[in-house]
Structure formats: C-alpha cells, structure tokens
C-alpha cells in the first residue's frame, strides 16, 4: 500500500512541478462563536515528491524487516512503530503552519526514542535518552517561535517569510527556527546523538537516516530558505554545517564500527545540505536531500545484512573478504558507496557535482571552500578504507563460518534500491532543472572535484593497508587521532560535561544533609531509639520462661520487702 501511495504521489508531483501547482487545503475542525480551529496543508511539487521518497524507502525497509527482524516475538509492535514514525513525517512535510509541524516534529522525537530502546539494554538506553534530550532543546526553540509569532495573525508561518527578512524584531523566530533544524538534523554542537541512535535496529537506521529524522531539520529550512539569503544567520550556519561535514568526515576515517561510520558519513552529507542551503540554493539541497535518501537507504540495508550474517557483529576489523561470500549484497554494498563518493552518473554524482561547482561559482572565502573540498575527500577516504576493511583482504572472523547473501526478501529490498541509487539522480536532475543553465569553469576547477576524489580514495587506501600503516604512526600521535575519532569530544561534553557537576552538587547534598550531623541526631537517632525499645518490649512479650520466672522471684521478693 505505502508502495502505491507512493508511485501516486510521484507522478502528481511530477504534474505539479510542470504545471506549478499548489494547493493550499484548509479543514476546519472546530468552529465555536468567533473560535474556529483549522488545520492546514500544502501540496505542492516539493512536499509531494518527499513524500512519494520516504513512503518508497519506508515501504521497501518494511519488507526488509519481515525478514531480519523474523526473530522477534513483537514484530507487528515494531512495524506498528515504524509506521507512526512515518506518518509523523508525512504530518511535518505537509504543514506550513508551526503549531501542526509540532506535532509531527514532536511525534518523530518521541517514536525515535521508542525506537531506540528497541533492543533492551543499558547502551541503548543511554542512547535513546540523550537522541530524545537533544532533541528536546529543538522542541522547546519551536515552541518559542510558536509564541513569538502570537504577533502575526497566524501561525501559517509561510504567508510571513517576507516580513520576517525585514523586520527586526521578527528574525527571532528565524533564529529559533535555525536552532530547532540544528537540533534535529545534529549539527555542532548537537552531533553527539547522531552516532548514539545506532543502537536501534538496522531497518530503522536506514529508515532515520536516509528520509525521516534527520532531514525534518533541513526539509524546515528549505521552507524558511528565504531568512537564509544574504543574512548574518546564513554565514553562521554555513560556518557551522561546515564544520559538521569536517568533524564527521575525519571522525569516519577514526571509526571501526560499521554503523558508525555510515552514520558518521549521514552527517557529513547533512553538512553538506545545510551549508548549500544557506548560501541560497535551496532546490540543489533538496535535490541532494533525495539522492541521498536512496544511497544511504541502501547503504544500511547492506550493512544490515552483513551484520545478520556475521552474527551481530559490527567490528569491520573482523570482517574481510565478505566479497567472495556474498557478492550480491558487497556489490549493492560497492553501488550505494560510490554513489556517495559522486562516482559519475550514479545518484550521488548529479547533486554533488552540481553543488561542488555552484560554490566555485559563489562567492566563498577561502576556508568554506577548503572545507567544502576537503570532506569531499574524506568522504571518499572513508568510504574506501571501510571497503578495504571488508570486503577485500583476509577473513579475521572465526574458523567455521556459514556467511551468504540472505533470503530473497531482503535482496529484493536491495536490488530495488540499487536500482534508484544508479537511475534516481538523473531522473530527479531531468525532472527539478528541466531548464538548465550553463555553469562556465576553467578545466583545472571542472576537475576539482574529480582529482580531490580520487586523492581521497588513494589516500583512504593508504591509511588501511597494514603493512604501511606502521609507516604513517598515527599512534604515535595518539592524543590527536583520539581527539578526531571521538567527534571533537563532543559525545563526552554533552553527556558527562553537562551531569558532572549537578551529580558532584547531589552527592554533596546527600552527604551533609542525608549522612550529616542532622539527620544523625534527628530522624535517624530517633528511628534508632524507637527500634532498640520496640526490640526490648518484644523480648519482654515473647513469653519466654526464663523472663517469666525471674519476673515471678521479682515479684516474691518485692511482697516479701512490703510485708516486712
């Protein structure tokens, strides 16, 4: 069903983008004297064809879940959870009105902390909690913007995008916006949760990451685009979201676990988005927000099969040489990966290409574009050395293993999106700049960005061979590449940093007040004295005959004293 809905979605977009058509539907629900309470929506080309890719993606990954999650007694509970997480999209990707993006930016927050904690253990625990209070910060900065705008005439924020550039004191609600779409898409200072929400199950980490979580952040700014354009809030967040797309690049190039390093290369390219967005070009970040959606989808399809396979292991270290054991799933695996990287012609290739060179053409300094460049080679970097790692090499798992491409309903998930990941990025490219400008370079910058990825991938080459690894001594430096492998300490700072010294101010208060002079000679000596006299009456009452006799004698002498 979500399949249909999402082929039906697809081609009215592709209608309404050759038509541009909108369609703004209003449904009263309650109309009471003067109160009337209204709920918006807004159909047009760009919230049509969201929707049509994240029902693909969330049909497809369901299906793949009939087969990897065939283990667990509560699937239908799981399914059940996946599918309120999408709908809190759809609601998100409708709404031009604040108060109904709450809802589902809300629900999206609340289900991904369910989703979290799938799998019941202290980690995840821990990881759900700090996805769903990081995310809170986002929450409370939407609520402000939706007070803030009491001083419109409604919270359909989009009939005032104009009047918020110009007034003064409207930018706040810009800013607030901005704060909230860092939150959700883990920009710095807020990436720690990113990496963390891997310990849900593999089906939704393709689901979070390709279409739903972590692009509600951009797909809201790409609505506030205007605010973003020529403004001092658009430098800030360009500088931020490159920085992001740095740290996460280098920290993937430090990471050994599978997960981790797709979802280290999930906020790179979330980077990338939110730093072409507010140079203005919001259509190329929406674009790059699709193509990506297929490839990282895939992406954590494939990893979920490796990990199934190698018994729930995510160490690349111990993998190697999976090419020979399960060519169908390393060859969708090598598809999504190079598409990532921009290999030509592939998904990646048409948004990422286009973006490199619209910054060549803009107006950067220096260091943006060094950043732009440089994580463009990380990524490739990283990329190639987690194939090293894994698919090629010796085999470091144990002896006996049984390791083979899965059924064929995870293979089906697969192959469909293969195919999106080869022709998705031509398609949308044909169908979002039917009328093509000419972008005018010299050869060496045309080059640019082919040679950079082809450094990167020679260089993430490099860094994995074993035999020349003890050449470059990394370790050497071994405070530096803890520092770059563990995000900039960023997962340190916003759990330990922010509890260190609230729990160090508890225990303090526990000390003097719970184990303090007071309460030992207050509650604690009264309760005390109470317990030692109650057991005193209590061995009296226990009707013992040696207490009996003696009481007896005790008696007798005090009659014999009386009568003399």
Known sequence: MLFFISITLFSLSIKFLLM????FIEWEIVSLYSLSIVMTFLFDWMSLMFMSFVLLISSLVIFYSKEYMSEDMN????????LMFVMS??????????ISILLGWDGLGLVSYCLVIYFQNVKSFNAGMLTALSNRIGDVALLLAIAWMLNYGSWNYIFYLDLMNKDFSMMVISYLVVLAAMTKSAQIPFSSWLPAAMAAPTPVSALVHSSTLVTAGVYLLIRFNILLVNSLLGQILLLISGLTMFMAGLGANFEFDLKKIIALSTLSQLGLMM??????????AFFHLLTHALFKALLFMCAGVIIHNMKNMQDIRVMGSLALSMPLTCGCFNIANLALCGMPFLAGFYSKDLILEMVMLSHVNFFSFFLFFFSTGLTVSYSFRLVYYSMTGWYNGTSLNMLSDYGWTMTFSIFSLMIMAIIGGS????????????ICLPMIMKLLTLFVCIFGGFMGYLISKVSLFFMNKSLNFYNMSYFM??????PVISTLGIIKMPLILGLNCFKIF???WSEYFGGQMLYNQMKNYS????EFQNNNLKIYLMSYLLWLFMLMLMLF
């Open 20 to 23: 541009d058509l909108i369609y």
């Open 75 to 82: 699937i239908n509970r799981f399914i059940m959870l996946v």
């Open 89 to 98: 999209m759809m609601m998100l990707i409708i709404s031009p009105n604040l």
């Open 275 to 284: 730093s072409i967005l507010s140079m203005g070009f919001f259509k190329l």
């Open 427 to 438: 398609m949308l490219n044909w169908l979002m700049f039917f009328n093509n400008s000419m």
């Open 485 to 490: 492998g563990s995000m900039w300490f960023m």
């Open 514 to 516: 719970d184990q303090g």
């Open 535 to 538: 057991l005193y009456i209590q």
